[in-house]
């Protein structure tokens, strides 16, 4: 794999003030982020480098390192592989393993309905295009059209899923890249982004995404935060970077920053 492209300059001088914070939280979308979109979502993984980084920012003291996904928390676990004490935001917010005995995800009796209903319409719709298919996820569910051959006819299968979700009671719809989720609990990784920062108190935040859904974190960085989105398209967000093997780039100079500094402030034997 070829190496990641170095930030820019604004993004590394953004950087280096970032990293100087006294506490910092930094949270990462997966797929599209943190690791390559794939066919089969169920082959994703981390890219190599940013699983290094991460593993290292996990390590420094001042540092909370968390997941922010639309996947559920059981796929983030398996999948991302998480080093000890990184915190989890799964389903776009309404999961959260924040290292703490907090319940799992409960629907009510109408909730539970509605996911099933959710579920039946969007395999129907899988079933009559091929290369489409439907995950199943805690509050809901999520049609990929990722490998239906030609982008056009993609479009179709997701308009005709958004057709058939207008008929069901409770079902909010996120759209994203080549997908269609539609969950029975509203949630978003910007509340999900506003918990993280109650919980891990930090003086500034770096929320990294892909997705139109991630702008929704981008939506609630201000002052010292920063804002990388990874890949094309429009973005709130303040810096950009191609790829996700780039993101090692990113994360790679906060370790070094931040491990510098410490060290510079130690006294002399």
């Not at 139109?212 to 709130?236: M, P, Q, R, S």
Request: aromatic letters at 2%.
């Amino acid at each position: 794999m070829a190496q990641p492209c170095e930030p820019d300059a604004a993004l590394r001088s953004a950087l280096e003030r970032f990293a100087d914070q006294p506490k910092i939280l930094i949270a990462l979308d997966f797929d599209g982020c943190v690791a390559e979109l794939v066919a089969d979502a169920a082959d994703a993984r981390p890219v190599p480098e940013n699983a290094e980084a991460i593993a290292a920012l996990a390590d420094l003291d001042g540092v909370d390192v968390a997941y922010v996904s639309g996947r559920s928390l059981e796929s983030l676990r398996e999948l991302a592989q998480p080093p000890q004490g990184v915190l989890l935001i799964g389903s776009h917010g309404a999961e959260k393993d924040l290292g703490e005995d907090a319940p799992g995800l409960e629907l009510n009796t109408t909730e539970t309905m509605a996911r099933g209903q959710i579920i039946s319409t969007l395999e129907e719709v899988a079933a009559d295009a091929e290369g489409a298919w439907v995950e199943h996820k805690p509050a809901g569910a999520a049609l990929h059209v990722r490998n239906v051959a030609g982008d056009e006819l993609g479009e179709q299968v997701l308009e005709h899923g958004r057709a058939a979700l207008s008929l069901v009671d409770g079902a909010y719809l996120k759209n994203g890249k080549k997908v269609l989720e539609s969950v029975v609990v509203l949630a978003t990784k910007g509340e999900g982004i506003t918990d993280l920062r109650e919980h891990t108190a930090p003086d500034a935040v770096l929320f990294a995404g892909d997705d139109v859904t991630d702008e929704h974190g981008f939506a609630v960085l201000d002052g010292e935060d920063i804002g990388v989105k990874v890949g094309d398209g429009e973005t709130a967000a303040g810096h950009r970077i191609a790829e996700p093997k780039d993101l090692a780039g990113v994360l790679r100079l906060i370790v070094q920053r931040r491990s510098a500094s410490r060290s510079d402030t130690r006294p002399t034997p």
